[in-house]
């Protein structure tokens, strides 16, 4: 069965440094997708991409963040300047389409920011 | 804006129970509800959805939530609980008047099953 996956699996990194977050989509989505989870919180929409461009982005989605697609296959989630708090699971979800289409989870990737 | 409650964060059954797992959501208009499981060290999975119809839905592994609308709430049940249920469970929603997909998720629920 198709699945996204998500490299690394965990990473350690000192505040104030820049972390890349990996997911390879499947392969016929169309629409991408970065969630986060901080220990003991919600699940979070952080942004959506669709067409090569942020389609919906929440209030977490500052200028710290960027996403991008370089080639056809990766979708990356860039941290610039990490601090404590972005410390987290992070997933990256994709769907073929948008509206009540399934999303795909990745296993996540954790953030420890130290 | 839209939320979700689940009630519950955690719940315990013997094996062979009844397993039900609340889900309440406040929006402004009936939104798509979704359950996602999350096994550990496993990304969150699809359960089953609700997006238009028939208001009890059925999904994998014996699941099913029924959408009320009058009380907001799409809770989750199987009949008879079996070890390998044991996970954590997301209720999530998101709001049909957008293209994209972007969910709202609930708390969670960790769902521990005693033999």
Not at chain 2, 73 to 79: A, D, G, Q, R, Y
Request: charged share 15%.
């Amino acid at each position: 069965e198709p699945e996204v996956t998500q490299t690394p699996s965990h990473q350690v990194t000192q505040m104030g440094q820049e972390v890349i977050l990996r997911c390879v989509p499947i392969s016929n989505h169309l629409y991408f997708y970065w969630y986060r989870q901080i220990l003991g919180q919600k699940v979070e929409f952080l942004v959506s991409f669709y067409n090569n461009e942020i389609s919906e982005k929440s209030e977490i989605f500052d200028d710290q963040f960027s996403v991008e697609r370089p080639d056809g296959s990766n979708f990356t989630l860039k941290i610039r300047s990490t601090k404590l708090e972005d410390s987290a699971m992070y997933f990256c979800a994709s769907s073929v389409e948008g509206g009540a289409n399934v999303l795909t989870f990745g296993a996540g990737s954790r953030l420890t920011v130290l | 804006a839209q939320s979700v409650t689940q009630l519950g964060s955690h719940v315990s059954v013997s094996e062979g129970a009844l397993v039900l797992l609340r889900c309440n959501y406040s929006s402004s208009v009936p939104p798509y509800l979704f359950w996602y499981v999350q096994y550990p060290n496993q990304g969150l999975q699809l359960l089953l959805k609700y997006t238009t119809g028939a208001t009890l839905v059925k999904g994998i592994n014996g699941f099913e939530a029924e959408f009320k609308k009058s009380e907001t709430s799409f809770h989750l049940t199987k009949p008879s609980a079996h070890m390998s249920d044991a996970a954590e469970y997301f209720c999530a929603v998101s709001d049909r008047r957008n293209a994209g997909n972007m969910l709202t998720f609930g708390g969670g629920t960790r769902l521990m099953v005693k033999p």
